[in-house]
């Protein structure tokens, strides 16, 4: 069976369930967490870690992978891929994010339309599952 590139996924793909992208978020943060506070341990940054430094680290890890790879890091994991609404395009960077960066605000990705989060249809994106 042939592969399809992950930045570059059919249309006919199922579209994800919503407990896989929880899954999905859940591995992100808390990688994005323990890589801040190895970073913090070794003393690469400075001061108390904050959650803003682990939101930065996850908007930028997400939209990175999401361009590159078809996917966050959680989301490769979890089997989910991020592909866009017009067949044969790749998502990216500026899309994807677009897309974190709304992932990061929590309220798009709990607001729906037509089955994707707002942060999806604003990035002409949709989360699917292989």
Do not use: Y
Not at 26 to 36: E, G, H, Y
Not at 66 to 82: D, E, H, I, P
């Amino acid at each position: 069976m042939p592969q399809t590139s992950p930045t570059n996924a059919s249309s006919d793909l199922a579209p994800a369930s919503f407990g896989r992208r929880v899954l999905a978020l859940f591995v992100d943060w808390v990688t994005c967490l323990a890589v801040v506070e190895g970073l913090v341990a070794a003393g690469v940054l400075g001061g108390n870690p904050n959650g803003l430094g682990t939101l930065g680290l996850f908007v930028v890890e997400s939209a990175l992978f999401t361009a590159v790879a078809g996917g966050s890091f959680g989301k490769l994991a979890t089997r989910l891929r991020v592909v866009r609404d017009v067949p044969g395009q790749p998502v990216s960077l500026a899309r994807a994010l677009v897309r974190s960066a709304l992932v990061a605000l929590l309220l798009p990705p709990l607001l729906t339309a037509g089955g994707r989060g707002l942060h999806d249809v604003a990035a002409g994106t949709r989360t699917v599952a292989i």
